[in-house]
């Protein structure tokens, strides 16, 4: 279940791009009201996706020693702010596609990398249940 994000972001990500003709074709004959519920229903799986990998971070991160949590909002808050500048700039040279590849990548590339970082610690294995 940890690894759904780093799966489903990639996919769902491809599946939204691919379709995404047909679906801007379909949604602009209907009222404003029709087509922002149909973005967010269509952007909502995307987004659930994309807050999962923080959290299951900080989840595993406990266990690496004093300190590691702050650490993890820290990186989390550079990358963010670096992520969203260099997004910009590498959708503007190398076209938005490249962009959103690279990125679907590195999303693959970090759930490969998780179970080396970050095991899953369950409430059992926590003594909390």
């Not at 939204?16 to 949604?27: A, M, Q, R, S, V």
């Not at 009222?31 to 519920?37: F, G, P, V």
């Not at 690496?64 to 650490?71: D, E, I, L, N, P």
């Amino acid at each position: 279940m940890r690894f759904l994000p780093f799966l489903g972001i990639p996919l769902y990500g491809t599946l939204l791009l691919l379709l995404e003709k047909p679906l801007l074709n379909f949604f602009l004959q209907w009222s404003t009201w029709i087509r922002l519920l149909g973005t967010v229903a269509l952007i909502f799986p995307l987004g659930t996706f994309l807050g999962m990998p923080f959290a299951i971070g900080i989840a595993g991160s406990h266990t690496k020693g004093r300190g590691a949590v702050g650490w993890a909002w820290a990186v989390n808050g550079l990358f963010t702010v670096l992520g969203s500048v260099l997004s910009v700039l590498a959708a503007t040279y190398f076209g938005f596609i490249l962009t959103l590849s690279g990125a679907f990548l590195m999303y693959i590339l970090a759930g490969l990398l998780l179970s080396g970082f970050a095991p899953f610690v369950t409430p059992e294995k926590n003594g909390a249940l």
